[in-house]
Nanobody, 122 residues
Framework: QVQLVEYGGGSVQAGGSLRLSCAAS????????VHWFRQAPGKERNFVAA????????YYINSVQGRFTISKDSAENTVYLQMDSLKPEDTADYYC???????????????WGKGARVTVSS
């Protein structure tokens, strides 16, 4: 079975950047849709971005459009989330998830990572 691990979380000031990675082991992302979700303290877990591994199609929530970039590295079997111009409201635990379908709700995913914490100070 596929295992997902997130890397790259940390603390930055508003306007700064972070790059998250989601690495798969025990399998590949081939044929899957890889998603990023985030959950702020006391809030619901919400969709952020997704990429269709084979086709390369990408999707973003409106609030991160133009600031975040999702991409893939086939050689490393890894999906990245480049986060620029970070805002305090981006503070959350970020989770990588993968499944056969593009689903913007945090349900029905076949594989989940354990999360990476992102803190943006004002």
């Amino acid at each position: 079975q596929v295992q997902l691990v997130e890397y790259g979380g940390g603390s930055v000031q508003a306007g700064g950047s972070l790059r998250l990675s989601c690495a798969a082991s025990g399998g590949t992302f081939s044929g899957l849709v890889v998603h990023w979700f985030r959950q702020a303290p006391g809030k619901e877990r919400n969709f952020v971005a997704a990429i269709r591994w084979n086709e390369g199609s990408i999707y973003y929530i409106n609030s991160v459009q133009g600031r975040f970039t999702i991409s893939k590295d086939s050689a490393e079997n890894t999906v990245y989330l480049q986060m620029d111009s970070l805002k305090p409201e981006d503070t959350a635990d970020y989770y990588c998830a993968a499944g056969e379908k593009y689903i913007v709700l945090p349900y029905g995913m076949e594989y989940w990572g354990k999360g990476a914490r992102v803190t943006v100070s004002s």
